[in-house]
């Protein structure tokens, strides 16, 4: 029997799927991992009752948080993703024949193995032989790291919960360390819409702006995430996401995408003037 998955946004909006049947539902040791089936958006991941990813537009995340990082950096070698417990991100990234390692570090190891059952189409990133995955904490992985990853990619839950030391200064100032002297990290970098989200989204890019010479935001519209505007951050050591992309180089590649494409890559980067207000300020 159809029922309504209700997730809310703010104390006056709530979002309401439609669902057929609930495939999964565990409370790990670390958050509730449900899994469902709808109608109009396929599968639908939540972590703690919130919306992680749908099979509809999942796509377009997993598109943005990898490919505009590999058209400006030249010679991607070594990755390390944080997070990234659906695979999405992997799958993504498995496209480069010239990337050599995928470090991932995860700390929910249900959520990996619930996302290889029910969602196979996102976790297929996970069969691909260049990966190590590390169930443990990202922060107290990186910390022991320097000058090792051309590649960080921070595929975060919102910084509450298992994921809030993800947001904080001192793993943002571990990864600059980690990355190569031409690295970049990618962020999630929350929503700038709804006061809630975009408090946190102003706390992550000034603790980030306080560790990388270049940091820049992007943005894409993903249906299912509450306001459908979200934010990535693009922070580099040397590489400016404007300047420095090349266009040639990554069609050339015969990546075929849904969403991203080297023209969009530019105008993600010119951002609405309230958001910009927010930054600035």
Known sequence: MAF????????????????????YSQKSEYQKIDIFQSREFGRILTLDDVIVLTEKDEFIYHEMIVHPAMAVHPN???????????????RELGRYPGI?????????????????????????????????????????????????????IVDSTDPFGPGEVLFTKEFY?????????????????????????????KRTHRRIRESFPIHQVYQAHI???????????FNSITFDPLKDVNAERWNALGIKTRYYNTDLHCGAFYLPNYVKDMLEG
């Not at 309504?4 to 057929?20: A, G, P, Q, Y």
């Not at 070594?78 to 990234?84: C, D, E, F, K, S």
């Open 76 to 90: 991607v070698k070594r990755v390390l993703v944080v997070g990234a417990g659906d695979g999405g991100a992997l």
């Open 223 to 233: 249906p299912s995430y509450p306001s459908g505007h979200w934010l990535f951050g």
């Open 173 to 201: 100032g571990n990864c600059y360390k980690a990355l190569r002297e031409d690295g970049i990290m990618i962020n999630q970098h929350e929503s700038p819409f709804y006061s809630y989200e975009a408090n946190a989204m």
């Open 4 to 23: 309504w998955f209700s997730e809310s946004h703010t104390d006056n909006v709530k979002l309401e799927i439609l669902v057929d049947e609930q495939l």
């Open 100 to 152: 050599e390692s995928i470090d991932v570090v995860e700390i929910d190891g249900m959520l990996v193995d619930a996302c290889k059952e029910y969602l196979p189409t996102t976790a297929a990133g996970y069969n691909d032989p260049r990966i190590t995955v590390h169930i443990q904490d990202g922060l107290k992985f990186i910390r022991r790291l320097s000058d090792i990853y051309d590649l960080i």
